[in-house]
């Protein structure tokens, strides 16, 4: 937090997309965000949800068989590198007793008109988190190992809207 302090002093900008981090990334919003957005989750209530995402404490470690956080930046040859905001998967029982895998990216814009199309910028991620996905859900052999890509950009309101 004294990290935070510092930079926050320095630079609005980052101060707003860390806080936003911080609060989008607390359990209860994402249980929210899942349950409004990923039809997988609709059959659960926000409880079970926040369930999945924190996990069990055994000891000092958490133990959640659900909920993974990915890696902020992923780097691939010849495309480069993109980091994520808030980038995690996770796995859904459904009634069927099953579960469903899905991998959500939650991106925090801090501009109205960044200077291109955002429905552009999810298909680039979503494609890119589709493509990540290579060799870990699915192969040449196993295309329908690939697991649903969820891409959420929640930006500041325009003066327009």
């Known amino acids: ?83 994520y905001d808030i980038y995690f998967y996770i796995d859904l029982p459904q009634l069927d007793q099953s579960t469903k895998r899905v991998y959500i990216n939650i991106e925090i814009q801090n501009k109205t008109s960044p200077g291109y199309h955002l429905v552009t910028r999810s298909i680039a991620y979503s494609s890119r988190m589709i493509s990540s996905q290579w060799g870990r859900e699915y192969d040449s052999e196993n295309y329908d190992g690939m697991k649903k890509s969820v891409f959420i950009l929640d930006h500041a309101t325009s003066y327009k809207e």
């Open 1 to 83: 937090m004294q990290q935070l302090n510092l930079i926050t002093s320095s630079n609005k900008t980052i101060m707003y997309d860390q806080y936003c981090k911080m609060l989008i990334g607390h359990p209860y919003m994402l249980s929210r965000i899942i349950s409004c957005f990923v039809e997988e989750a609709k059959h659960l209530s926000l409880d079970e949800i926040k369930k999945l995402i924190k996990g069990v404490r055994i000891g000092d470690k958490i133990v959640n068989p659900h909920f993974h956080l990915m890696d902020k930046e992923a780097f691939i040859k010849d495309e480069g590198l993109m980091c």
